[in-house]
């Protein structure tokens, strides 16, 4: 499968940054992440293909730029993550976990660690584009996670995404 291409990429992501608004405003963060949007909402360059969509929505280098270039891209992935990682239970702009009720946060972290590789999606996306701001809150958050995981059923895969990152960042800088 080939690149759906930028238009394709750009009606799809809207349509997501749509949906995730309704579910910011009406506190949805419980459903929010049952649904199936990683590709196009947080899409990164190709050598990545995913099993159900391949690399249909792996960005070429080529429209990675033109991309950059379009600021209403850019401020809605950045609204998209800010959002995405509100439903973890993190503040991305203060860098900080939400103030919400322990059991609550507790929820949003293990629906983050359930699906661990929609997080390193967001962190591989923020990259690509060169949202280094939002990666390095995501970052952080990371860290958190680790330092939270007292039985170490979450280290393994966080030093694994970590390491990916790492990569990623020597490849974009």
């Not at 998209?80 to 946060?105: F, H």
């Not at 929820?107 to 699906?115: D, E, K, N, V, Y």
């Not at 330092?147 to 990623?168: C, H, I, N, P």
């Amino acid at each position: 499968m080939t690149y759906v291409g930028n238009e394709e990429l750009l009606r799809r992501h809207n349509a997501t940054l749509a949906q995730f608004e309704k579910n910011i405003a009406s506190n949805n963060w419980r459903t929010h992440n049952n649904h199936h949007f990683d590709w196009w909402a947080f899409p990164f360059d190709p050598g990545r293909p995913t099993a159900s969509q391949g690399d249909r929505y792996n960005v070429p280098a080529p429209d990675i730029e033109l991309l950059k270039n379009n600021p209403e891209f850019m401020k809605s992935l950045a609204r998209m993550a800010t959002i995405q990682m509100w439903s973890y239970g993190w503040d991305m702009e203060n860098r900080k976990v939400l103030d919400v009720s322990a059991a609550e946060l507790q929820q949003r972290q293990a629906t983050c660690t359930g699906h661990s590789v929609r997080l390193w999606k967001v962190g591989s996306s923020l990259i690509t584009f060169g949202l280094l701001e939002e990666f390095s809150s995501v970052s952080k958050f990371v860290k958190h996670l680790g330092a939270e995981d007292r039985d170490g059923k979450v280290s393994k895969s966080l030093l694994s995404m970590t390491a990916k990152w790492l990569g990623l960042i020597a490849n974009h800088a």
